[in-house]
T-cell receptor, first 114, second 115 residues
């Protein structure tokens, strides 16, 4: 049973560009959350998608946006990249009412902005 | 406000020693979850334990044990007879599940187990 799959694993972008990161949730999960982990820090909540809608959002600017598809997979888009956006981006999936307790994390996409 | 503090940024112990990772949390809610996650170099966050605020029973799972004390807002994690494979970054985390679904993580403790 595949867990959470994220792609790509590594990415290098230039400041000002746009990037799209992808996440396939664990089989049977319907909720996807995105976290940003800067070097030496703990992950920070970006937003959560459920039923193709943004359900909750953390303290991130509008440059960060997302989408969830009917098959529950999700994309994270970041526009006008800044050097400070360099981080490990983690996707977590869960199911229904047991969202927090049942999180499964992927291995992340490491984004470097130069 | 929610906050998780892991005062130990980095710890090194020799293999087979016991080691305790400290975690102190802040929350206004009476209903919340506490977590410990392990992050090996691969980057994936590996779930270790979840404890809800109404369950103060300490837990032991193999070489791992957890001490939850609401009186001091602490949720400490002990590894007994440490092994080199335990080397990783460990995160303590909190969720006020009655309020929302996001998890607030501490900054992590990097644990080095020396052979």
């Amino acid at each position: 049973d595949a867990g959470v799959t994220q792609s790509p694993t590594h990415l290098i972008k230039t400041r000002g560009q746009q990037v799209t990161l992808r996440c396939s949730p664990k089989s049977g999960h319907d909720t996807v959350s995105w976290y940003q982990q800067a070097l030496g820090q703990g992950p920070q909540f970006i937003f959560q998608y459920y039923e193709e809608e943004e359900r909750q959002r953390g303290n991130f600017p509008d440059r960060f946006s997302g989408h969830q598809f009917p098959n529950y997979s999700s994309e994270l888009n970041v526009n006008a990249l800044l050097l400070g956006d360099s981080a490990l981006y983690l996707c977590a999936s869960s199911f229904g009412a047991n969202r927090v307790a049942g999180y499964t994390f992927g291995s992340g996409t490491r984004l470097t902005v130069v | 406000a929610q906050k998780v503090t892991q005062a130990q940024t980095e710890i090194s112990v020799v293999e087979k020693e016991d080691v305790t990772l400290d975690c102190v949390y802040e929350t206004r809610d009476t209903t919340y979850y506490l977590f410990w996650y392990k992050q090996p170099p691969s980057g994936e966050l590996v779930f270790l334990i979840r404890r809800n605020s109404f369950d103060e029973q300490n837990e032991i799972s193999g070489r791992y044990s957890w001490n939850f004390q609401k009186s001091t807002s602490s949720f400490n994690f002990t590894i007994t007879a440490s092994q080199v494979v335990d080397s990783a970054v460990y995160f303590c985390a909190l969720s006020e599940a009655a309020r929302d679904d996001k998890i607030i993580f501490g900054k992590g403790t990097r644990l080095h187990i020396l052979p």
